[in-house]
Every structure is written in C-alpha cells, then in structure tokens.
C-alpha cells in the first residue's frame, strides 16, 4: 500500500498562512493526478484543490478559491498547499490524495491537523 505523508499543518490566528507538504516515496505515483481534503470535527470529508499530473490544470472548492494554492514538483514527487488569509472554518485534518481520476482519490495520507484560532 502507497503511503502519502503529509507536513506543515499547526496552529495559527485568523488571517495566516500555512504551506502543507505531500510526498510519496521514491517515484510512485510521479504522474499520477494529486489533490486535496480536509475533514472537520463531526463534519463530511470535503474536497479542497487538486492538480493535474503535468501541473497544467487546477481545480478548487469555491470556499477556498482565491486564498488556497497547489502546486507540485514532480522532482521531488510532493505536492504543495498554500493556504492564505486562513479562516476559522478551515480548521479541519486535511489529507492529501493521489490517483488517475478527477479529483484523484485512489490512494490517501494519514492527514494533518489544521487549526486556525480566531
């Protein structure tokens, strides 16, 4: 079974910003879709962004359009979220996805924990 392996999460106020990190090991899943979710306390698991293999194409949730950023470098096979003017309701675990449909959900990280104070 393909582990992904989330970092960055943490605690921040209102309004700041958080990078999240996804790798996969070695060169598994390199040219496969990647994506993000999150789930919060009581809460279903929602769709956040994901990016196509190749990086050409982007999808995000309106609720974090405009303030949320993916981005991936195959190089190093991780994926990146940028999550700006972080809000409340953000807070959730959000787990990174990788697989070869839209939005990809074949293979899945443990999560890690965002909580952002007001």
């Known amino acids: 079974q393909v582990q992904l392996v989330e970092s960055g999460g943490g605690l921040v106020q209102t309004g700041g910003s958080l990078r999240l990190s996804c790798a996969a090991p070695?060169?598994?899943?390199?040219?496969?879709?990647k994506g993000w979710f999150r789930q919060a306390p009581g809460k279903e698991r929602e769709f956040v962004t994901a990016?196509?293999?190749?990086?050409?194409?982007?999808y995000y949730a309106d609720s974090v359009k405009g303030r949320f950023t993916i981005s991936r470098d195959n190089a190093k096979n991780t994926v990146f979220l940028q999550m700006n003017g972080l809000r409340p309701e953000d807070t959730a675990v959000y787990c990174c996805?990788?697989?070869?449909?839209?939005?990809?959900?074949?293979?899945w990280g443990q999560g890690t924990q965002v909580t952002v104070s007001s």
């Open positions: 990016i196509s293999w190749s990086g050409d194409r982007t």
């Open positions: 070695g060169r598994t899943l390199s040219t496969s879709n």
């Open positions: 996805a990788a697989g070869t449909n839209w939005p990809p959900t074949g293979y």
